[in-house]
């Protein structure tokens, strides 16, 4: 727990465990080599002569994988054990990377969606290997420092994507992903120690998943708020850019845009976690969400430049707040025997905008382009505001006395993702 207040910022780091920045540190590398899914559309295109409407069927079936994933790993982490879900997922999603040059198209509908369900599972097996190995009350900065590492990651990789398309080939961007996939599957089997995993049957007997739920009211409340935010908060990525080109912005002005996302998350919120950790979670979330709605609520009055920019600090301020303590709340509220099923319903829900928020946003926008962003804005501002609210009626319950069980049983050694 944590001790006293002295240099508290300090203090805050200093108790994540050696093992989460490790992870970090591998979860940083294999950020920095995964830009396939980047890149995979412009290759089905441009490498493999697809239509376009191919194209986007087979990266959507992926897309749905991915969702698929994230929402059934904690399940098999809970009765196999997070960290075997974590390797096992990581060795097949780099060995369908590295498959995918080779490929005839038919097999281009099956084989990616596999590699993406399972890169789904590795997602909610990282959430939920953090979840068991850091005491409550401490969680937020661990998934903070496992954020900031990934995010930086992503932020490095791309670019260097991009460089390997252009003075290589396509093949060599699977071949060093791919590979790179194995290599983090590698380093995390010796990271991850492989005694005490625990196991479904071995765990403390309790309600299923679902009556968990109903004995947890806020969680239910949060997992729905944090739903409707991902419909909202990834248009970014889909509509966006089309409504940025609509109105003179090219896609320049659209890389900078998200380049400002990236810099501002690596630079504040590692400090804004640490900040605020002692603060109500359920006020941080609510306010974040409202942020999201107001960056969309200031797209509404017109895109422009300085509308653009002003969307895009606000989405990024809203991020801040309410992911990593998003994450933290739903570990710190589910039970022992149940916490990787939390993991994945945490998981499946903040990432269902991949599959659902390009069609339903690009369908509204066809019809009313108008409507997308005051409608976007009214959603998120509704899910901050139901989550204030059951922040206002919850009670804060007692701190245990001890930190949560972990798979490795040593306070020392504990495993992240």
Sequence with gaps: MLRGKRDARGRGLRDV???????????????????????FFVYLTDGRGLSVAQAGLISGIGGAGQVAGNFTGGWFGDRYGHRRVLLVGSLVSGVAVLALPVLPV??????????????????????ALVAVSVPEGERR????????????????????????IAHASYGWLFVVDGLGTLAFAAYASRVLPA???VRGKAAEPGPGVFAALRQRPTVLVL????????????????????????????TGVYGWLLAINGGVILLLELPATLALRGRAP?????????????GYGALALGTGLATAVTLMLLLTAGEILYKTPATAYVADHAPAHVQGRFQSLYSGVSVSGVVLSAPLGGALYTVAPGLLWPLCAVLAAVAGGVVLAAGRRTVPAPRPATGSATETGSPARRPAG
Aim: glycine share 12%.
């Design 17 to 39: 465990p050696r093992t989460v920045w490790l992870l970090a540190a591998g979860g940083f590398f294999n950020m920095v080599v995964a830009f396939t899914f980047v890149y």
């Design 106 to 127: 038919a097999l281009l509908y099956v084989v990616p969606t596999l590699g993406q369900y399972a890169g789904g599972c590795v997602r909610a097996a990282n959430g």
């Design 141 to 164: 900065q661990a998934f903070a420092v496992t954020r900031f590492a990934t995010n930086a990651g992503f932020t490095v990789g791309p670019p260097l994507g991009a460089l390997l």
């Design 195 to 197: 005694h005490g995993a």
């Design 223 to 250: 997992l729905c708020a944090i739903l409707v935010t991902d419909l909202v908060y990834r248009q970014q990525y889909s509509t966006l850019p089309v409504d940025l080109d609509r109105h003179g912005l090219d």
């Design 282 to 294: 359920l006020r941080i979330i609510g306010t974040g969400l409202l942020l999201v709605g107001a």
